[in-house]
């Protein structure tokens, strides 16, 4: 078995603005690096329980190794998530550029209201076909899927019975679990990720099982 922690960076500076910060590098703020520490902490009590595969009565057998490797995008906020994730377990975390959250082109650090305001035209072809529709200078959703699963993909294959987590947007999250979970890619929208919210995958042979999902830390 094969077990994945994908997990949403913490809240950044101005997060509750909910602007689509896209590729801006924006840090966390004092209170993402606090989310993200208690992230640490459950992933590090979670890490060693055992769940039983599809069909199983039992979740009992050999521990699962503690995490081994700690993957993120190379955007700032992803990477201090990161790190505060591996630092209690004595590693450092990898980054990959193709993780890196949606470009929203010139949409980069505008609200939601602020789109619709200056490109209504835009706005409403988004509103139609989310999954097709890129704003000008930027990635639509699909081409999103197409960066982001290989690279997973190749990251599972890579690390067969073994535990690893990735840190990431919750624009990539929700396509990496649209995926695993065959969901069509148009209701990307219905899954949320809170900041620091922390999802496991475990994989049994092929077959994708998704234990938990959006969980965050009280």
């Known amino acids: 078995m094969t077990r994945v922690y994908l997990i949403r960076h913490g809240k950044?500076?101005?997060?509750?603005?909910?602007?689509?910060?896209?590729?801006l590098d924006v840090p966390l703020s004092d209170e993402g690096v606090r989310q993200m520490e208690k992230a640490a902490g459950f992933v590090r009590r979670h890490a060693g329980r055992t769940s039983a595969p599809p069909g199983s009565q039992s979740g009992r057998g050999p521990g699962i190794a503690v995490v081994e490797v700690v993957y993120c995008s190379k955007l700032l906020r992803a990477i201090k998530s990161a790190e505060t994730l591996s630092r209690p377990l004595g590693l450092v975390p990898v980054s990959i550029e193709?993780?890196?959250?949606?470009?929203?082109?010139?949409?980069?650090?505008?609200?939601?209201?602020?789109i619709r305001a200056a490109y209504p035209g835009e706005f409403e072809a988004w509103a139609k076909d989310p999954l097709k529709f890129?704003?000008?200078?930027?990635?639509?959703?699909?081409?999103?899927?197409?960066?982001?699963?290989?690279?997973?993909?190749?990251?599972?294959?890579?690390?067969?019975?073994?535990?690893?987590a990735v840190v990431a947007h919750g624009g990539v999250?929700?396509?990496?679990?649209?995926g695993v979970l065959g969901i069509p890619l148009e209701n990307v929208f219905r899954i949320e990720q809170d900041f620091a919210a922390v999802n496991v995958i475990e994989f049994y042979e092929d077959y994708p099982v998704v234990r938990l999902l959006n969980h965050v830390e009280e």
């Open 134 to 164: 890129s704003p000008v200078g930027g990635e639509s959703t699909q081409a999103v899927l197409e960066r982001v699963m290989p690279v997973f993909t190749e990251l599972v294959q890579s690390h067969k019975e073994r535990t690893f």
């Open 98 to 114: 193709s993780l890196g959250e949606r470009d929203f082109g010139r949409w980069e650090g505008m609200t939601f209201d602020e």
């Open 12 to 23: 950044t500076i101005g997060g509750d603005e909910r602007r689509y910060k896209g590729r």
């Open 173 to 178: 999250n929700r396509v990496i679990l649209c």
